[in-house]
């Protein structure tokens, strides 16, 4: 009797171990949240999942059975891997990893041929893989906040990509390819090399372009040691390319933290232009009056003097 009630009592003072999926947020194809017992029990049902702010070390396997998810969120954990079957989620179009210390792009994610959203951003990627066009149906790409130098001569095959965050303390020039993504909206990259200017020109369709520096790129999860080469390189712009006026569809310019000294008279051709961050830049008060009045329609944010 003694015997079987320590049991108990042993039973009662052992931590409950949770779930894999406590915590979840599940939605149907509506967006109405589903209970995790329904989930399990209609799979089928399942459209988004987010696993966000757990800590998980592995994905559930539970998340296999989800065959038409839509979408998966599984920020700030400690996933070093992804597993294998995470390829037989077919379905998937949008996947948020960011966070993460997976430190290789998974060849599981690679196989999602539907995937449109794919972030993974400050997760100590090393490099971008050319087999990145095996996501042909790709729009928007975050790859920000890794240990990557370079990127990728596939990246141009993305012919469909939209948005493309590449921010990395690392980063500082594109490949020539990128010219190709003719359907691209919206650029961030910093630091940047000038060189890369003539590149961006030849972007049509490009409507936001961030080109910030200086401490505004140290903003990035996961990094903790900058060394000084690295360093070195951030507020890498001391000048504006005369034909920047060529990308006449930007909407969005900032160039905040940078070194500039002097405006390019082409900027009066950006007419659709509404926004221009140039705080943090060391421009004479003659030079941000000129930039106010190269743009009068648009919002010129510049240092109070």
């Known amino acids: 009797m003694l015997a079987a009630a320590s049991l108990i009592f042993l039973a009662l003072e052992a931590p409950m171990q949770a779930a894999p999926l406590d915590g979840a947020d599940l939605c149907d194809a509506d967006g109405r949240p589903l209970d995790v017992a329904t989930a399990l029990a209609a799979p089928e049902r399942v459209r988004a999942l987010n696993l966000s702010g757990a800590g998980r070390t592995e994905l559930p396997a539970e998340v296999r059975r989800f065959k038409e998810l839509r979408t998966l969120e599984v920020q700030g954990g400690g996933m070093k891997s992804l597993p294998d079957w995470l390829a037989e989620l077919g379905a998937l179009e949008r996947l948020d990893l960011s966070g993460n210390p997976l430190g290789t792009l998974p060849l599981s994610v690679l196989r999602l041929g539907r995937l449109r959203v794919l972030a993974v951003r400050g997760c100590r990627l090393a490099a971008i893989p050319e087999s990145i066009s095996t996501l042909p149906a790709i729009e928007d790409l975050d790859v920000g906040g890794n240990l ?37 909206r919206e650029l961030a990259v910093y630091p940047v090399d000038f060189a890369d200017f003539p590149l961006l020109t030849g972007l049509p369709a490009l409507e936001i372009l961030r080109l910030n520096g200086g401490s505004r790129a140290m903003q990035t999860p996961g990094l903790t040691e900058i060394p000084p080469s690295v360093l070195a390189l951030w507020n890498a712009i001391d000048r504006l390319p005369v034909r920047l006026g060529d990308l006449t569809a930007l909407r969005t310019l900032r160039l905040a933290a940078n070194k500039l000294t002097a405006i390019p008279p082409s900027l009066a051709r950006l007419s659709r232009l509404a926004e221009l961050d140039l705080r943090g830049n060391p421009l004479p008060e003659a030079e941000k009056g000129r930039a106010k009045s190269l743009l009068p329609k648009a919002r010129v944010e510049v240092d109070p003097c």
């Open 148 to 184: 990557f130098s370079t990127l990728p001569e596939s990246l141009g095959e993305l012919s469909r990509l939209a948005v493309l965050h590449v921010t990395s303390h690392y980063l500082h020039t594109l490949p020539p390819s990128a010219v190709r993504l003719t359907r691209l």
